[in-house]
């Protein structure tokens, strides 16, 4: 008797076929994880520069103003690393970036407002809206 062992070409097919399919399924969970994991960052950086806005405002000799908090070394830092846009006058600060995941825009402003919307700031805000 000839007794052969191994798979046949179909089994290893079968096999090829199945790996192939997981792996595109975990891939895809991958990618969400990862847009989320961006948008969590993005979102942590705005809420945390809410109080280098407040230390800034503090600091500002006899002014008590968030003019110039845009210029600020760590919110520029912030606006770059997130292509965020920033708004700042005597009487109020804004920003916003971009989410990772393409649904919008994170907001925070000197209300301690942090929302996400739709649109990129106005040319006149002066608040998350």
């Known amino acids: 008797m000839n007794k052969n062992k191994g798979f046949t070409l179909i089994e290893l097919l079968v096999v090829i076929a199945i790996i192939g399919v997981l ?25 945390n520069i809410r109080a280098q806005a407040e230390l800034f405002y503090d600091d500002t000799p006899n002014s008590d103003s968030y003019f110039g908090v845009c ?3 760590t919110f ?18 804004v920003m916003a970036a971009p989410l990772k995941n393409g649904a919008g825009f994170w907001c925070v402003d000197y209300k301690g407002s942090a929302v996400k919307i739709t649109e990129d700031l106005a040319s006149g805000a002066t608040k998350c809206e």
């Open 23 to 47: 792996s595109s399924v975990v891939l895809a969970s991958l990618n969400s994880a990862r847009a989320k994991g961006s948008d969590a960052a993005v979102k942590s950086n705005l809420n």
């Open 71 to 73: 210029d600020d070394p």
């Open 76 to 93: 520029k830092k912030v606006i770059k690393a997130t292509g965020g846009n920033c708004k700042a006058d005597k009487g109020y600060w």
